[in-house]
């Protein structure tokens, strides 16, 4: 046997969706083993906001292991070496309880019970599954062709351009999440972006791919696994999932946001992209011991 993931939410446009599976047409299980019965099958690109222990899940179904050994447990950051261990998720520093976690190991022998909880709930829905089939995702890391809808009760048939750094549309809207359903490209957007776009090729392009082709014979780097938080300008970075070393040329700082965008060069591509992570998700950093080169020519402005 073998059954789809999907969605389920109980209003058809929006409130909070979960993923599960239908095992019959009327009884289906959930992710995160929320239950009612006014649950049913939603339709993609809706206004839901995905519940945190189903989003929690759905990155231990999609991330392979991280590159190296990862540990069966690790301490909660903040928290001493003996404190409770968590059970990380696959490529993350975060709990399965959705905790942040330390880059150390946890020699702990007791296991949060929420990380056991939210285990034995994914354990049952694979069990019931069968075989449990994911849809295509996005790749988990790049999406800078995605547009965007502005926040508040926007239309959706119009997407927006994101500036990455600055958390806004490049026409200066604030936006709520990813539209890909969106139909139309906003045209200041659009403008506004592609002067951009000539200035990371002409002037930042040469220069960091000039880098990233001295990168391998360097002696001088600092190798370490952290959050992908840590980042700064100036690292590489690997991360599980994707070959390529990443070149970071710019980061944006926003310590309290769930995810970290960046400006990298991506080798293999020969290209500039803007990417977005999970602050949590795990990377091996390649640090030179000076990193305060300045690689991001800032981009002209249309006011
Ligand atoms: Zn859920
Ligand atoms: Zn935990
Ligand atoms: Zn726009």
Redesign the pocket.
């Known amino acids: 046997m073998s059954l789809p993931l999907i969605r389920?939410a109980i209003g058809r446009t929006n409130g909070?969706?979960?993923?599960?599976v239908l095992l019959t047409a009327t009884e289906f299980v959930?992710?995160?083993?929320?239950h009612s019965p006014d649950l049913a099958p939603i339709a993609e690109h809706t206004a839901h906001t995905?519940?945190?222990?189903?989003?929690r899940?759905w990155l231990i179904l999609t991330t392979p292991q991280h590159p190296g050994e990862e540990p069966e447990a690790r301490p909660a950051i903040g928290t001493g070496a003996s404190a409770t261990g968590h059970r990380p998720i696959p490529g993350h520093l975060m709990g399965y309880c959705g905790k942040p976690l330390d880059p150390r190991t946890s020699p702990a022998r007791r296991v949060c019970a929420n990380c056991t909880a939210q285990g034995a709930a994914l354990a049952r829905l694979q069990r019931l599954a069968g075989e449990l089939r994911l849809p295509d995702g996005d790749p988990s890391h790049v999406d800078d062709r995605v547009l965007w809808a502005p926040s508040g009760r926007g239309n959706l048939v119009t997407g927006h351009r994101r500036d990455a750094l600055l958390d806004r549309s490049w026409c200066g809207q604030r936006l709520s999440g990813p539209n890909p359903g969106a139909s139309n490209e906003c045209a200041p957007c659009r403008q506004i972006w592609q002067e951009a776009e000539v200035t990371r090729q002409t002037y930042t392009l040469p220069q960091i791919r000039e880098r990233a082709h001295r990168w391998p014979q360097r002696r001088d780097l600092d190798m370490f696994d952290d959050r992908a938080g840590a980042l700064r300008p100036g690292d590489a970075y690997t991360l599980s999932g994707c070959e390529e070393t990443h070149h970071v040329v710019a980061a944006a700082d926003r310590s309290r946001s769930s995810h970290t965008d960046l400006v990298v060069y991506l080798p293999a591509a020969d290209r500039i992209a803007d990417v977005r992570v999970r602050g949590e998700c795990l990377v091996t950093i390649q640090r030179p011991p000076c990193t305060q080169t300045v690689l991001l020519h800032p981009a002209p402005r249309v006011s």
């Open positions: 389920l909070t969706a979960h993923y599960g959930t992710a995160c083993a929320s995905l519940c945190q222990s189903c989003a899940a």
